[in-house]
């Protein structure tokens, strides 16, 4: 089964508005982090949140984890054209110590419009 | 942060050759590596786990004796794709935790094109 499905699969807004993006998971986890894609890129860490803790806040960026649920979403505030990208979300299993394996999700292709 | 970096960015072969693609970690020492392949508009599948000093683990379904993956220092680890065909074209990416518990650092990825 797949771990780490999320949704919207694109998402297109305006410049100025919020994105929220969401994403589920299936088993227990020892941390959630989502990352950010430029088209042909590699990956950048944006946030991790740790399976204790609710939510975090990172400059316009604002994860929330409901581990009963088995969800995470991702919050992105007042976005820039240049927040375009695709995002992940990507878990580490419990029961690994980190730099552990981690299983993405299917991503969120955002897009902001001028 | 920290510095992954991969060689090359892109690569186009003909059906049958290997590619051999490097991870390296610029300012810390990586005794894991990962090894990720991603096909357009998809997610990134784990392909393997590179250990320094010892054997990869492949994620199952990924064959080992197809996709040679070698660590040889605390900063280095390759991945050849031996015999490739055009089935093999994909993104390559690795990717580095440079403390246990905390995020990984990626490679800006591989473009291999096999004709």
């Known amino acids: 089964s797949q771990q780490g499905e999320e949704d919207p699969q694109a998402l297109s807004i305006q410049e100025g508005e919020n994105a929220t993006m969401n994403c589920s998971y299936k088993?227990?986890?020892?941390?959630l982090q989502w990352y950010r894609q430029n088209s042909g890129r590699g990956l950048v860490h944006l946030i991790l949140?740790?399976?204790?803790?609710r939510e975090k806040h990172s400059g316009r960026l604002r994860v929330t984890l409901d581990t009963s649920k088995k969800s995470s979403s991702l919050l992105i505030t007042a976005s820039r054209a240049a927040d375009t990208a695709s995002y992940f979300c990507?878990?580490?299993?419990?029961?690994?110590?980190?730099?552990?394996?981690?299983?993405f999700g299917e991503g969120t292709q955002l897009t902001v419009n001028p | 942060g920290a510095v992954v970096s991969q060689h090359p960015s892109w690569v186009i072969c003909k059906s049958g050759t290997s590619v051999k693609i490097e991870c390296r970690s610029l300012?810390?020492?990586?005794?894991?590596m990962f090894w990720y392949r991603q096909f357009p508009k998809q997610s990134l599948m784990l392909m393997a786990t590179?250990?320094?000093?010892?054997?990869?683990?492949?994620e199952q379904g990924v064959e080992k004796d197809k996709f040679l993956i070698n660590h040889a220092s605390l900063t280095l680890s390759t991945l050849t794709v031996t015999s490739a065909h055009p089935e093999d074209s994909s993104f390559y990416i690795c990717?580095?935790?440079?403390?246990?518990?905390?995020?990984?650092?990626f490679g800006p990825g591989t473009r291999l094109t096999v004709l």
């Open positions: 990717s580095a935790p440079k403390y246990r518990g905390n995020e990984q650092f």
């Open positions: 088993t227990s986890i020892n941390n």
């Open positions: 949140i740790r399976s204790n803790e």
């Open positions: 990507a878990t580490g299993r419990f029961g690994e110590t980190s730099g552990s394996r981690l299983t």
């Open positions: 300012d810390f020492q990586a005794t894991t």
């Open positions: 590179s250990n320094e000093g010892s054997k990869a683990t492949y």
